[in-house]
Structure formats: C-alpha cells, structure tokens
C-alpha cells in the first residue's frame, strides 16, 4: 500500500526545496558525531542532527542518515559506535565530519573512547553551556 501523496492532490505542493529548508533550518537541533574504527582500523564517521533519545529500559536512541551517506554502510557493520555530542564551538569537527572520503580525517583531533578502543571521540570542548 502507498501512502505517497500525489503530487496533484497536496496542498502545498508550491513548497520548493529551498523554501523547505529556509522554513526548518530555524528549528533548532543538536549535532551529534558518530564514529566507530572497522576491523582493518580505518576511522569512520559521520554527523547527524536527529540524535535522541528512544527507550529507557532498555537504554536506546536513535538517528537518522541521509540514504546517500557512504560511511553509515560501515558504520552499520561495526558493534560499537561511538555518539559524540557536539558543542558550538566545535563547527570545525561538524564540517569535518560533513565531508566525503578518508580526507575529512586530516587534521581532525581524535582519540581511542575511553572505554571501547574499537571506537573514536573527539576531544571535548573547551568551554561547557552552564
């Protein structure tokens, strides 16, 4: 069954892409890093603007990736992931992390998590919204 409105019967079929994006790139969201290292060590990584919660019990979130995204086919395969939460003064990892190919890693400051060495976090930011 398809649920696909056509596109004679909605509405506001006059919304064009850009106006789309100008009208819901106001709504504020946060940016979360993922990252994960695969079995033959390459870092892998992405950025997401969907991050959240999902479940409590048992602990779950959830986000979302274009369909295009080259990284999530790896990302996917891998146990553990690592969710970094990005802060505003961190853009520079975002645009980082926003690019294609093993280049967006260059220059990108970067450590094994804590707790997992099969996974990556960037460093935390410099100052803390209080």
Do not use: H
Not at 88 to 94: A, E, T
């Amino acid at each position: 069954m398809d649920i696909t409105p056509s596109p004679e019967k909605t509405p506001d079929s006059d919304i064009t892409p850009a106006l789309y994006r100008q009208i819901l790139g106001k709504l504020p969201t946060g940016v979360t890093a993922i990252t994960g290292i695969n079995d033959d060590g390459e870092k892998l990584g992405l950025v997401v603007g969907t991050f959240q919660s999902l479940s409590l019990e048992p602990p779950l979130v959830m986000f979302c990736v274009d369909k295009s995204s080259s990284s999530w086919p790896k990302l996917r395969k891998l146990q553990k992931f690592t969710a970094n939460i990005l802060s505003d003064d961190q853009i520079s990892i975002c645009r980082s992390l926003s690019r294609k190919g093993p280049e967006k890693f260059e220059g990108l400051p970067c450590a094994p998590a804590p707790s997992e060495p099969r996974t990556w976090t960037v460093p935390q930011p410099t100052s803390t919204a209080s």
